[in-house]
């Protein structure tokens, strides 16, 4: 769980950051949750963006991909998701504590 200092702090890293992957018409499925969850292994910080042609709420998409990853929603703007987990063996991002 990531407290309000943490959050910004990330919400600022994610500021120049581009989506690495849209969700569209299928939504959430196993490839979707596949490609984000290599992103955060090698990232550890990523933007998703979420097409108005996706069936589910971009809430519902972020909880999903959330608990389906193990990672942290940072914050969700419009239809853009920031999501955040720490790789152990290589973090890249110290957090502020």
């Known amino acids: 769980m990531l407290t309000n200092k943490q959050k910004a702090y990330l919400k600022g890293l994610a500021n120049s950051l581009s989506?690495?992957?849209?969700?569209?018409?299928?939504?959430?499925?196993?490839?979707?949750i596949e490609s984000v969850d290599n992103a955060l292994e090698a990232k550890e910080l990523i933007k998703l963006s979420v097409l108005k042609t996706c069936p589910q709420e971009v809430n519902e998409v972020a909880i999903e991909l959330a608990s389906e990853t193990?990672?942290?929603?940072?914050?969700?703007?419009?239809?853009?998701?920031?999501?955040?987990?720490?790789?152990?063996?290589?973090?890249?991002?110290?957090?502020?504590?």
Do not use: A, W
Not at 23 to 29: A, S, Y
Not at 75 to 95: P, S, T
């Open 19 to 32: 989506p690495v992957t849209q969700i569209g018409k299928d939504g959430v499925t196993y490839n979707v």
């Open 70 to 97: 193990h990672s942290d929603v940072v914050q969700m703007i419009g239809r853009v998701i920031v999501l955040f987990r720490v790789n152990r063996k290589k973090g890249k991002i110290e957090l502020p504590r």
